[in-house]
């Protein structure tokens, strides 16, 4: 079982719609989410990060995060063109003293003008 | 914003050849890591640094790959005898104190082994 999965997409939406990507991970241990996003060619640049169940909102972006279901989620709202990109779900796994983060392969978003 | 600085952007290798990719990390953090991203591929985990050691390496960390802070501010990635499935782009990362701050990645290194 692949420690954080994401459908790989492309997800295609129009101007102006929300986008809703999903991300499920395995270690119920894990205690902080993040949603990174990527630009062809360029480094993942961290858009949110989660902690609580429940929603946290920033501008147009709300992640969402249910440990019970061991799920992750984030809704953009009004999306852009410019949101096109990839969209990295990532956990931190504690193990010991060590902390990493854990990327899933990312879902594509496209947004349709 | 502070930010992680990679060096150099872009580097060509041949095959068998050693690399240095160069890392600056943000000063206050603590911690430090490297990612490998093939073309295509997701985003791995390849070591972290904390305290002037390695924490964890993955299985990919073999003994080709070695990770050094030399001095205060530089964190390096070395591959001693690169082969073409080394061709990938290297991140480096920082994180501060808490497990619940994401990591800042810097800009990348496209390594191409030929």
């Known amino acids: 079982q692949k420690e954080v999965e994401q459908n790989s997409g492309p997800l295609s939406v129009p101007e102006g719609a929300i986008a809703s990507l999903n991300c499920t991970y395995s270690?119920?241990?894990?205690?902080?989410f993040f949603w990174y996003r990527q630009y062809s060619g360029k480094s993942p640049e961290l858009i949110m990060s989660?902690?609580?169940?429940g929603d946290k909102e920033d501008g147009r972006f709300t992640a969402q995060l249910n440990k019970a279901s061991q799920y992750v989620s984030l809704l953009i709202r009004d999306s852009q063109p410019s949101d096109s990109a990839t969209y990295l779900c990532?956990?931190?796994?504690?193990?010991?003293?060590?902390?990493?983060?854990?990327f899933g392969s990312g879902t594509r978003l496209l947004v349709r003008p | 914003e502070p930010e992680v600085t990679q060096t150099p952007s872009h580097q060509v290798t041949q095959m068998g050849q050693e690399v240095i990719l160069r890392c600056v990390p943000i000063?206050?953090?603590?911690?430090f890591y490297w990612y490998r991203q093939i073309l295509g591929q997701k985003v791995e985990f390849l070591v972290s640094?904390?305290?002037?050691?390695?924490?964890?390496k993955s299985e990919i960390f073999d003994d080709q790959f070695s990770v050094e802070r030399p001095d205060g501010s530089n964190f390096t990635l070395k591959i001693r005898s690169t082969k073409l499935e080394d061709s990938a782009m290297y991140f480096c990362?920082?994180?501060?104190?808490?497990?619940?701050?994401?990591?800042?990645f810097g800009s990348g290194t496209r390594l191409t082994v030929v």
């Open positions: 270690d119920r241990g894990s205690q902080s």
């Open positions: 989660i902690y609580s169940n």
């Open positions: 000063s206050n953090h603590l911690y």
């Open positions: 990362a920082s994180s501060g104190t808490s497990i619940n701050y994401g990591y800042t």
């Open positions: 640094f904390y305290n002037n050691e390695i924490s964890e």
């Open positions: 990532a956990v931190n796994r504690v193990m010991d003293s060590s902390y990493k983060l854990i």
